[in-house]
């Protein structure tokens, strides 16, 4: 899908912060991942999207590549973020091909509404093994590379300029939601990982972040949640009166990821419009 660049970020944002760096993002050719991707690139840097399907991941990098005059954007299909194996080629093939890794997105995930009940023992370590799993074997394979990026020493200047990760992760586990069980148990182990790499990384110069989206039109998730007929009257009882956009989760990532989230880490930023505060989130 070609996106115009105001549906994938907004005006504010000074071109070039991100020049010579490079993002590894799993999950990339996703509704939500692929916008925080393209403002990345937009602002300079190169790209590796990781995905499960090869044609579409490719088809996504080539249209990314398609964004900023010279931009590298490699798209990597067949990874499934289960198998660390497959995760640690992807990352070396993005080091050799473009130089470093300097900013991870984990935002591959797995979701279906189901009951308890209905939960498999298998359905439920599914969502464990590509949330849980799937974000400790990126972080594991691309950890080598994000050191390095920045030195690999404590940087005391005022922007430090390590590397970054930020675990995409959720509101559901906030108040507890029905028929969520296996992705809130998930996404509350990712948000304690993203805590730990935070203060264990922290002296080797890296950052650690969850950005957690709340209801993101046209993504997959929210059209299993949200039945059409249902929508105005969700959208009255909002905060802001409207759901989010994937390019509010974009401007997120590039705040983070610039020099002014550099004193950032170890923190959650809620992209939601106070949807959890309402409803329990969704
Ligand atoms: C109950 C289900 C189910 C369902 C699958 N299972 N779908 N159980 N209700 N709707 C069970 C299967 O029966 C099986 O258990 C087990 O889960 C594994 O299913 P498979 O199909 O073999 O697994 P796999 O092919 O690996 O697919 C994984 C998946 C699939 C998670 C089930 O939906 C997927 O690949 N999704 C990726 C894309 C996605 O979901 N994106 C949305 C992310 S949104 P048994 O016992 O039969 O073997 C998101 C945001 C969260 O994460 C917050 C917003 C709400």
New binding site residues.
């Given amino acids: 899908m070609t996106l115009a660049k105001h549906e994938y970020m907004s005006d504010v944002w000074k071109d070039g912060i991100f020049n010579n760096k490079v993002v590894f993002c799993t999950g990339g050719a996703g509704t939500i991942c692929s916008a925080q991707v393209r403002a990345m690139i937009h602002l300079g840097a190169n790209a590796c999207i990781i995905g499960r399907n090869v044609e579409k991941t490719e088809r996504v990098a080539q249209e990314m590549a398609t964004i900023r005059p010279g931009a590298k954007v490699i798209g990597i299909g067949a990874v499934d973020v289960r198998k660390f194996d497959d995760l640690k080629a992807a990352a070396e093939r993005c080091a050799k091909e473009l130089g470093s890794i300097d900013f991870v997105i984990a935002g591959a ?6 009951s308890i009940e ?6 439920f370590k ?2 464990m093994d ?1 949330d849980i799993m799937g974000s400790y074997n990126t972080l594991k394979a691309t950890l080598p590379y994000l050191v390095e990026s920045g030195g690999n020493h404590r940087v005391d200047s005022e922007t430090r300029t390590g590397g970054r990760i930020i675990f995409v992760s ?1 509101t ?1 586990h906030y108040r507890g939601m029905p028929f ?1 069980a296996h ?1 809130s148990v998930a996404k509350a182990g990712i948000d304690s990982l993203s805590n730990s790499v935070a203060i264990e990384y922290g002296p080797r110069g890296m950052t650690s972040n969850i950005i957690s989206p709340g209801p993101i039109a046209q ?3 929210l059209e299993r ?1 949200l039945p059409s007929d249902a929508k105005a009257a969700y959208l009255k009882s909002q905060p802001l009166g409207r759901i989010g956009h994937v390019r509010d989760i974009a401007d997120a990532t590039v705040y983070l990821f610039s020099d002014s989230g550099s004193y950032v880490t170890g923190q959650t930023l809620v992209v939601d419009g106070s949807n959890w505060r309402m409803s329990g989130g ?1």
């Fill in positions: 995930a797995g979701n279906f509404l189901a209905q939960l498999s023992i298998n359905a599914t969502v590509i959720a559901l969520q992705v993504t997959e998730g949640l969704i």
